[in-house]
């Protein structure tokens, strides 16, 4: 999976937000009804202008992001 042919970023939608397909319904959105509990089956239903190739595209930016995240030590543990 490439997100990055899904994933957009503009600034002019939703404050630059991670949008998909250049549409208004951003990763935030999509994750946060994942973690509600709502399944594929049940997101597609309610949004069908997404396809189950733009949530995970969605799983798999967020997967990256986390990846990338650096852990800043406090000035007491570098020593």
């Known amino acids: 999976m490439n997100y ?4 957009t970023i503009e600034s002019s939608k939703r ?6 397909r250049g549409m208004r319904i951003t990763v935030y959105d ?3 009804y994942l973690a509600s509990g709502m ?8 949004f069908p202008y997404l ?5 995970l595209a ?5 997967a990256e ?11 007491a543990e570098i020593q």
């Not at 990055?4 to 994933?7: G, K, L, N, P």
């Not at 404050?15 to 998909?20: H, N």
């Not at 969605?58 to 967020?62: D, I, K, V």
């Open 65 to 75: 992001r986390e990846r990338q995240t650096l852990v800043v030590l406090p000035k």
């Open 39 to 46: 399944t594929y089956e049940e997101i597609l239903e309610d």
């Open 58 to 62: 969605c799983l798999s930016y967020a």
């Open 30 to 32: 999509v994750l946060s």
């Open 51 to 55: 396809s189950l190739e733009d949530i």
């Open 4 to 7: 990055q042919d899904i994933i």
């Open 15 to 20: 404050s630059g937000k991670p949008c998909i």
